[in-house]
């Protein structure tokens, strides 16, 4: 990655969650407005901000064909198993060792989170975690997701096993993974708060720039609560429109 993406010491291949149904929105999500853009257009941008290479997990072959004016399109080998499926054709696409899943229903999740993140998991790697996504009181966030293609084997058996639930496919991964190199699973997959990655008590990183991103405003700290929820129903999406001022893209 190099230093106008943010200088973080992984490169790292970026890949939007974008092939969902959308059943209890009623429409597609990836194409809903917010604050005048598609909500796959916010995914993206951030996602380039801190990504050597940005493509979207767009579902069967020939689903979502309008979101290739956004980014390339990356499609499911397996349809219809849900974001596992998605994200065994990220591991299988990818040329990057480390890889960043996000969900393109999350649109007030702070760049900055992402690029402290990276560099958290930067330092975790050589540890030997291969597997890190949130933990947000309490509920693991699967579909914000760094994974090394080393887990590519693993996923990919769980999709063929029928091993649908995302939190229980990437923990049974770390396990397998943790058996071939004899260590802990608890080594190899790694839960944290948000706040232990950015914190809000004057620890965010300076604004470079052309990255002003990086540092949070009153309206992105004041829709904390909003960083992680999926935006599923028109309900969640009337709440979101309430406050645009945090957006960061």
């Avoid at 853009?37 to 380039?48: G, Q, S, Y």
């Avoid at 219809?80 to 393109?104: Q, R």
């Avoid at 996923?155 to 649908?164: D, F, L, M």
């Avoid at 720039?209 to 992105?220: D, F, I, Y």
């Amino acid at each position: 990655m190099t230093d106008e993406r943010g200088g973080a010491q992984l490169r790292v291949g970026g890949y939007v969650l974008a092939g969902g149904r959308s059943s209890r929105m009623g429409r597609d999500k990836a194409l809903l407005e917010l604050g005048g853009r598609p909500l796959i257009e916010h995914a993206v941008t951030k996602l380039r901000r801190v990504c050597a290479e940005v493509h979207i997990l767009a579902g069967a072959e020939g689903e979502h064909a309008g979101l290739a004016r956004v980014a390339p399109l990356v499609h499911d080998l397996h349809p219809s198993c849900g974001p596992i499926s998605g994200i065994e054709a990220a591991l299988m696409h990818t040329k990057s060792d480390w890889n960043l899943i996000f969900a393109v229903d999350v649109p007030f999740l702070p760049t900055a989170l992402l690029e402290r993140w990276l560099g958290r998991v930067a330092d975790l790697s050589a540890q030997g975690v291969r597997i890190a996504l949130f933990r947000v009181d309490g509920v693991p966030q699967p579909t914000l997701l760094l994974i090394h293609r080393e887990a590519a084997a693993p996923i990919a058996r769980a999709v063929a096993r029928g091993e649908w639930k995302l939190v229980s496919a990437l923990e049974n991964a770390a396990r397998e993974l943790a058996r071939k190199d004899g260590r802990s699973a608890g080594r190899v997959l790694s839960m944290l708060q948000p706040d232990e990655i950015l914190r809000l008590d004057g620890g965010q990183t300076p604004a470079h720039a052309g990255r002003p991103w990086m540092v949070l405003t009153e309206a992105q700290i004041a829709a904390k609560p909003l960083w992680c929820n999926n935006l599923n129903t028109p309900e969640d999406f009337a709440i979101a429109e309430a406050n645009i001022a945090g957006l960061d893209t």
